[in-house]
């Protein structure tokens, strides 16, 4: 239905608007649907949220400022769904609106006369969906799409890869050795970068969109992508070095940057650059935007622990802590290393232009948006996911809310214990460079696919140590009762951890293993994750 109505549209002439987000699955979303319905002919634009101006997605007077622009068609992506009265005035306005979105659509409990005689539940959801013209969104009521964890930019690229059959566009080409690359090779690097940065599941078709679309980013032909890659020092097109790891802990939080502490607009910007001065620049500036992010939020968690630890509320279920003076763009990566921390459900608030606005992280037992549901009037304005949510509200409800959203919290201990699941206890011996080659097929791995963790018991630790620039990777070798010993490296909290290591010297570990290239010398090595 929707490329029925863009097709008309497009023959028309009439005016798009493309109305994304500023993070990275929303520039994402953008991109590919600007660059896909240029391709076809349209009359096209695209408007990026201001983080702090805007807040999040379809506002009012972004409406207003595309109805005063003679838009005549909103196409949203990466959100909508939640846009209930915006939209509404878009149709008012006599405008055509379609949703493209991934996000839950909003509901709210509806009391029932008596109780349901099969389930016992005394009430049930009424969703919200938006008064647009299509909604396109796997997570409605009723869709039978067979896969509902995809991002906001996989939608987008679907539709675009629908509407570019109507045109009788080719499709994704088959042979990456061949140099030939259709459109829809080169949005299909884009649905598979914003999987990663969106942390959205590596199973079932993300698993192939994203292994498709690495191998296509290796020799990436979109300048200001390739620009990003190189300022970073990531070259894929000379080592052939590139995974989900590189998208999400390097690339993704560059392009992201912008929409934190500057405009998104620079990393749309970037991917639309036309020639490799610009986009270097580009480039350059969302790596600086980004080292200034990093050491923001250092200081920011500092400041979130050393609050948590001095509290009242330190062992409530639910950690809401009120940050006024930390940058609202940061809040979120604040509050998942808080709930790393803590394992608890976390919710970071600070000090907005109009009120409060926040963003929480959760873990797997607690159903954030499902929660922050049952206490809605305490916010102006929220939305989320399972385990992640954003949210708006008054400065006076702050200490209200962190009562509130505990007094409905009903965790049980076991619910708070982080759980460490491992495939399987792997001796020293087994391990040798067939195995690890081995591994490497079951890539990309990312959540829904995570490495493969292996453990093992009574290893003695041998010459623990910290270094590098900022002392946070330590260094040992680990023995095992045989006298067998492997390098290990461990990235966590460095310090916490050599305490360990020396107060017990005998201790057990999960870990991955890996190969260390340096200065053309390959070894073994173990990373460790968990310690005891």
């Not at 970071?348 to 922050?372: H, N, P, Q, W």
């Amino acid at each position: 239905e929707a490329v029925l109505r863009l097709k008309d549209k497009i023959k028309g002439q009439m005016p798009i608007r493309v109305i994304g987000d500023y993070d990275a699955d929303g520039i994402c979303s953008s991109y590919i649907l600007k660059r896909g319905l240029e391709a076809c002919g349209a009359v096209v634009d695209t408007m990026i949220p201001h983080r702090m101006k805007d807040g999040y997605g379809l506002n009012e007077h972004l409406v207003d400022e595309a109805y005063a622009d003679g838009i005549d068609t909103i196409l949203t992506c990466d959100n909508g769904i939640a846009a209930y009265a915006q939209i509404e005035q878009a149709k008012k306005y006599g405008m055509t609106v379609i949703i493209t979105d991934h996000h839950e659509i909003p509901y709210e409990e509806e009391p029932l006369a008596e109780p349901d005689p099969e389930t016992g539940e005394t009430s049930r959801r009424r969703y919200k969906i938006p008064p647009a013209d299509v909604v396109i969104d796997p997570k409605q009521p009723g869709d039978t799409y067979p896969f509902q964890e995809i991002c906001g930019a996989v939608v987008a690229f679907k539709l675009m890869q629908l509407l570019f059959a109507e045109f009788g566009f080719d499709g994704i080409s088959t042979d990456l050795t061949s140099g030939k690359r259709s459109l829809l090779d080169e949005l299909l690097e884009f649905a598979a970068f914003a999987t990663i940065c969106d942390v959205m599941p590596l199973r079932e078709e993300n698993r192939i969109l994203v292994r498709h679309g690495l191998e296509l980013m290796k020799q990436t032909q979109n300048v200001g992508l390739h620009a990003l890659m190189e300022v970073n020092q990531i070259l894929p097109w000379q080592d052939g070095k590139l995974g989900a790891f590189h998208i999400g802990f390097v690339l993704g939080p560059c392009i992201n940057a912008g929409g934190r502490l500057d405009t998104a607009k620079r990393a749309l910007e970037l991917l639309n650059a036309s020639n490799r001065r610009e986009a270097v620049t580009l480039a350059a500036d969302l790596k600086e935007l980004n080292d200034s992010r990093k050491e923001m939020t250092e200081e920011g968690v500092e400041e979130a622990v050393r609050q948590i630890e001095s509290s009242s509320w330190k062992d409530d279920q639910v950690l809401v802590v009120y940050l006024p003076k930390c940058h609202e763009s940061i809040a979120g990566i604040i509050a998942g290393r808080i709930k790393e921390r803590y394992y608890r459900p976390t919710f970071v608030l600070t000090r907005g232009e109009t009120g409060v606005k926040g963003s929480g992280r959760s873990i797997e037992a607690y159903d954030m948006f499902a929660e922050m549901s049952r206490c809605r009037e305490l916010f102006t304005k929220f939305g989320g996911h399972k385990l992640a949510a954003g949210l708006s509200l008054e400065e006076e409800n702050v200490e209200v809310f962190r009562k509130r959203i505990n007094e409905l919290a009903d965790l049980t201990e076991d619910d708070l214990q982080m759980k460490v699941s491992i495939d399987m206890r792997l001796p020293f011996p087994y391990i040798n460079e067939e195995l690890i080659h081995e591994l490497k097929i079951l890539e990309p791995f990312g959540k829904g696919n995570g490495k493969p963790l292996f453990a093992e018991s009574k290893l003695r630790v041998i010459q623990p140590r910290i270094f590098g620039k900022n002392r946070n990777v330590l260094k040992c070798r680990l023995e095992d009762q045989q006298g067998n010993q492997m390098e290990a490296v461990y990235f966590g909290e460095v310090e916490d951890c050599l305490q360990q290591m020396e107060k017990k010297q005998i201790m057990s570990f999960t870990y991955y293993p890996s190969i260390n290239e340096y200065m053309g010398r390959r070894t073994i090595q173990l990373t460790i994750v968990n310690y005891q």
